[in-house]
């Protein structure tokens, strides 16, 4: 009988690596599309169009919504979902040829998986709403903003990392 030998994951990248690797993708962004990166971005154009299907009126009449249809343009080939699409297949060939695609739920030791998706999707939900509210998430704010010197953009990244660190002394017992 043959014995198949488990797959080990491959060690992460060093994170110098990974940073020049992230670098050159946005400065590739920027040169194929004029455009940097952003995930928030997405997420509002697919909740727009789900909820155009079910209450066109009422999209049209919040200028914040009808404005992802102006000059009658088609939200589905907008930059952000090729983006949003390559990072999928992307992020899945990583993980495959990694070895670490698998089913996994990472936690601390002291609460239970009912927690830990509880804590994800109010974390997600608190920072989805902040990401529309400063008009930008940390992927279009801190790289693509950063990457062009906009002030807003460095202000909000020490804002998010002072954030980070006095709210992880909070939340630390989640982890430890």
């Known amino acids: 009988m043959d014995h198949e030998k488990p797959i080990q994951p491959q060690p992460y990248w060093h994170n110098i690596t990974a940073g020049i690797g992230l670098g050159l993708v946005l400065l590739l962004a920027y040169y194929v599309s004029g455009r940097g990166l952003g995930g928030s971005g997405f997420i509002m154009r ?3 169009a789900v909820l155009n299907q079910f209450s066109s009126e009422h999209v049209a009449k919040l200028s914040y919504l009808n404005g992802y249809f102006e000059n009658g343009s088609i ?22 040829t990694a070895g670490r695609f698998g089913k996994a739920i990472e936690k601390g030791p002291r ?9 994800a999707v109010l974390g997600g939900g608190i920072i989805g ?39 992880g002394y909070f939340v630390r017992r989640l982890w430890l």
Request: glycine share 18%; hydrophobic share 60%; with cysteine.
């Open 46 to 48: 697919v909740t727009t």
């Open 75 to 96: 939200i589905w080939n907008d930059w952000l979902i090729m983006q949003f699409i390559g990072m999928f297949f992307g992020g899945l060939f990583g993980a495959i």
């Open 111 to 119: 609460i239970t998986t009912g927690q830990r998706f509880f804590f």
């Open 129 to 167: 709403w902040a990401a529309r509210l400063a008009r930008g998430c940390t992927s279009g704010q801190a790289l693509s903003g950063g990457a062009t010197l906009a002030l807003g953009s460095w202000v909000f990244m020490l804002a998010l990392f002072a954030g980070g660190f006095i709210g």
